[in-house]
């Protein structure tokens, strides 16, 4: 059964810096593209940020863009987001998704466009 296991979350003051880490097991990693995603409570789950498989294309949402950095370690099989100069308005929880990207090419923005999600972590920026 594929897992992802998202981390590195908590309470972090504004302006601080975090970085989230997501571990993927159970399907060969480097064929696969994968994103990160947020949900604030009473909002809809929004896009962050999508590596594609090879790590070589990388894509960031306007709102984290400066911010916040994608990337991937496929001898890890775990992505990251390192994200620095914390707003409150990135409170939320985070989750990592992952889908298939043979060509390496992909970076999906679209929830439905992803197979499969962890669980999430949460993320607590205070002002």
């Known amino acids: 059964q594929v897992q992802l296991v998202e981390s590195g979350g908590g309470l972090v003051q504004a302006g601080g810096s975090l970085r989230l880490s997501c571990a993927v097991s159970?399907?060969?990693?480097?064929?696969?593209?994968m994103g990160w995603f947020r949900q604030a409570p009473g909002r809809e789950r929004e896009f962050v940020a999508a590596?594609?498989?090879?790590?070589?294309?990388?894509t960031h949402a306007d709102s984290v863009k400066g911010r916040f950095t994608i990337s991937r370690d496929n001898s890890k099989n775990t992505i990251y987001l390192q994200m620095n100069n914390l707003k409150p308005e990135d409170t939320a929880n985070y989750y990592c998704?992952?889908?298939?990207?043979?060509?390496?090419?992909?970076?999906?923005?679209?929830?439905?466009?992803?197979?499969?999600w962890g669980q999430g972590t949460q993320v607590t920026v205070s002002s």
């Open positions: 998704a992952a889908d298939l990207d043979i060509l390496g090419t992909r970076t999906p923005r679209l929830r439905t466009q992803y197979d499969y």
């Open positions: 159970k399907l060969t990693f480097s064929n696969y593209c």
């Open positions: 590596i594609s498989a090879s790590g070589m294309v990388t």
